[in-house]
């Protein structure tokens, strides 16, 4: 073997501490090295042409770059070697700046140890072979989970590049949390108006695939191919037939929750616009009795023997886009919630002030439907709260919502008394402080900085004790409805989600980003993409902007047709495997399979950990690029 | 467990939840408050302290985990009106309003 070593001495990164020279001179002992140099910055210009042109002069078969971690410039210098015709996987990088120069100060010690280092490094790259990408394909159509306006963002944005896309959603209608709010803030564009036509421009546009009352059951595969089963939940309706003519809600005689029928339309303007029977409180589906509103469809769309419907569809990306909800109550007694009709969450007020709410937009008390003459906001009720009952971050948006809930309110009645109690008002974001201010100084909505430390129905009304901290002093009152800015935590579903993704997840159960800093809208996993709230608290349009991002992202991995592999994946060697299996069991990436009294890898799947080779018994497995031969090389190096 | 007032963030949950904070002269969050700042002597000096209930109300609506009442409790001891015979009987077990009562009782 014809090896060239090259020492980088980054500037005084490493020359202060190691003596480069030395060891430049030190490493031509080897009888197989046969040129070795030293070089202000390897990695500039001027440095790569020195390797390239060693490699051709020299007739190189091995390269043994000295210099920073292989994380910085791997990739740079094995560019540099296959343009110079050398193998890029016959280049190997001792680290002599991160693991050497930066962590010792004696000079003497740390050139030893360079040399060591360097010494390990040229025992593996005796023992390497050369080593080919590979190239899978990739399936030109999206996933997206989750119809809230994050994933109907997302959806939009990567048909209008023109691949296909499949969107699914869990409950009837796509819209999500965002279609439930009355007004936006800070410009309080009225949130239905600005949603709906993005929810029918999904629904019309042809690369647009909707799977509303589904969920995704299982993925399988990796980046660029994945196969995903979907389940399409029983309907109960022949979304064919039906018209969305809504004779069949007039006739089901049902009353459930916010007076929804069995068989419903989440909202007005609902996309599709088709019904879903509830089975739960359905009372054909209970009692085997009623079935009016079959009688009523005059369609004969309604379809009492549907059952659940199974597909499965290609991939070349996901995104996740699965939202979140308001945290449950259940521990937070003090307020009363469950007790009292007029304490409210924030969502439920929501719902209230909504002309397309249960009340119509009249903004009434839910005990007894009269005006409340005072209206008492609680912020924080369960967020930056580090013990086990709340969540330790701040949810972001309610500070912001709590002031349009309190403008909204004052709108509809000026003589309302409107009282926001609050820990610290946040309000970061473009016109955000404006908007708040306007709620104190033009509407006179009175901001009590200090906590309630108690709730209690009293004759009808709500006795509230708090405390103001500017007074530091008790402020107890009588008040007709309180609202609680309850935190928000991710959505129910998208822990399973993440499972079937294989995308890791926070100590809050959400979506972990690859890198908070330069890769927001990714997932560790390739090929899983994130946006909107089950990524973290955000408002509307840093959902929007990530949903984008993600789009982008995915559309920029759809264009490629293939994708190209690491060849440093593990491989069987089949005369020494026995068919145990053990490193399928280890896999985490389901790479590994049992076929026939060997073992065989997935390439495209394997991510090159090496949990096999160190699992398999007879070292039948070896990592390409880190055989078990090349790592007892180096450390035999290392020691000897 | 530790009783890192650094945790508090002046919410005054801990006040607004307390029974008897009308009736002190110093409430629960500025007893956390000022021993933050490094002046537990004012707490104490605060009446407040023979007000405490020790219901532990406080500690159990803080979101932080902070322990006003055992900031009370300190100060108590601190003050020295501890009745050592009582003192030596405490345990984990015994319930807070015990000793606090014997030491109410003791300073008459």
Known sequence: ?640 | MMNNENRCMLCGRCSAACPMAARMDLPPHMWVYRTQRGDPSSVRKADAIWKCLSCLCCEARCPRGVKPAHVAEEARAGQGYILEDVMKRVDENMPQQLPVAALRKARG
């Open chain 1, 1 to 640: 073997m014809r090896i060239g070593v090259f020492v980088c001495h980054c500037g005084n990164n490493i020359k202060a501490t190691v003596d480069a020279a030395y060891i430049t001179e030190r490493l031509r002992d080897d009888s197989s090295v046969v040129c070795s140099a030293e070089f202000p910055y390897l990695c500039a210009e001027g440095g790569q042409k020195l390797i390239t042109e060693a490699i051709a002069e020299h007739n190189l078969t091995g390269v043994v770059i000295c210099a920073c971690s292989p994380r910085m410039h791997e990739t740079t210098f094995r560019k540099a070697a296959a343009k110079a015709g050398l193998n890029p996987y016959r280049l190997e990088i001792a680290n002599i700046r991160e693991q050497c120069a930066w962590v010792h100060k004696n000079k003497e010690e740390a050139t030893e140890k360079a040399l060591s280092l360097a010494k390990a490094a040229i025992a593996k790259i005796k023992l390497s072979q050369p080593l080919f990408p590979g190239e899978s394909r990739v399936t030109k159509r999206a996933l997206v989970i989750g119809g809230g306006i994050a994933g109907i963002q997302a959806a939009l944005d990567i048909a209008e590049a023109g691949f296909p896309v499949d969107l699914v959603e869990k409950s009837p209608s796509i819209g999500g949390k965002m279609a439930q709010l009355d007004k936006t803030f800070p410009t309080l564009d009225c949130s239905a108006c600005i949603l709906t036509p993005k929810m029918v421009d999904v629904a019309s546009h042809e690369k647009i695939n909707l799977h509303t009352y589904s969920e995704v059951e299982k993925v399988e595969g990796f980046v660029g191919s994945f196969t995903v089963t979907i389940r399409k939940k029983a309907r109960s309706v022949d979304m064919t037939k039906c018209t969305g003519c809504g004779d069949c809600l007039a006739a089901c005689p049902v009353k459930g929750k916010e007076n929804r029928k069995a068989i419903y339309i989440p909202y007005a303007q609902a996309v599709p616009n088709v019904p879903a029977i509830d089975r739960e409180s359905c009372l054909y589906f209970k009692n085997g009795k009623c079935k009016r509103c079959e009688k009523a469809c005059q369609p004969k769309a309604i379809d009492f023997t549907q059952e659940d419907e199974r597909i499965t569809e290609g991939y070349g990306a996901i995104i996740a886009a699965t939202g979140f909800e308001a945290i449950r109550l259940d521990a937070f007694g003090e307020y009363g919630y469950h007790a009292n009709k007029d304490v409210i969450t924030s969502l439920e007020f929501e719902r209230i002030i909504n002309a397309s709410g249960p009340t119509g937009g009249k903004l009434v008390r839910p005990s007894d439907g009269s005006v409340p003459a005072r209206i008492s906001f609680i912020q924080c009720v369960g967020s930056r709260d580090a013990t086990a009952r709340g969540k330790p971050y701040c949810s972001k948006v309610c500070c912001m919502y709590t002031a349009k809930h309190a403008i909204s309110a004052k709108e509809k009645h000026p003589e309302i008394d409107v009282e926001v109690f609050y820990i610290d008002v946040r309000t970061p974001g473009k016109n955000f402080e404006e908007f708040y201010r306007r709620a104190v100084e033009v509407y006179g909505v009175r901001y009590i900085k200090g906590q309630v430390g108690k709730v209690i129905g009293e004759n009808g009304s709500l006795r509230i004790q708090a405390m103001d901290m500017l007074e530091n002093g008790r402020y107890d009152a009588v008040t007709d409805l309180v609202v609680l800015a309850a935190a928000i935590e991710p959505s129910d579903s998208a822990k399973k989600v993440a499972q079937m993704l294989s995308s890791p997840i926070d100590a809050n159960g959400f979506l972990s980003e690859a890198h908070p800093k330069l890769r927001p809208v990714e997932s560790a996993t390739a090929g899983i993409f994130l946006c909107g709230m089950c990524n973290g608290p955000k408002d509307i349009p840093e959902t929007v902007a990530q949903a984008s991002a993600a789009a982008c992202k995915v559309i920029g991995l759809l264009v490629k047709d293939q994708l190209t592999t690491n060849p440093c994946t593990a491989k069987t060697d089949e005369n020494n495997c026995s068919g145990c299996g053990l490193c399928a069991e280890v896999c985490p990436y389901g790479a590994v399979g049992v076929i026939s009294h060997s073992t065989a890898v997935n390439a495209a799947l394997c991510q090159g950990c090496g949990g096999c080779t160190v699992a398999c018994p007879s070292g039948a497995m070896n990592l390409q690029g880190f055989s078990r031969a090349q790592i007892i090389a180096e450390v035999d190096a290392l020691c000897g």
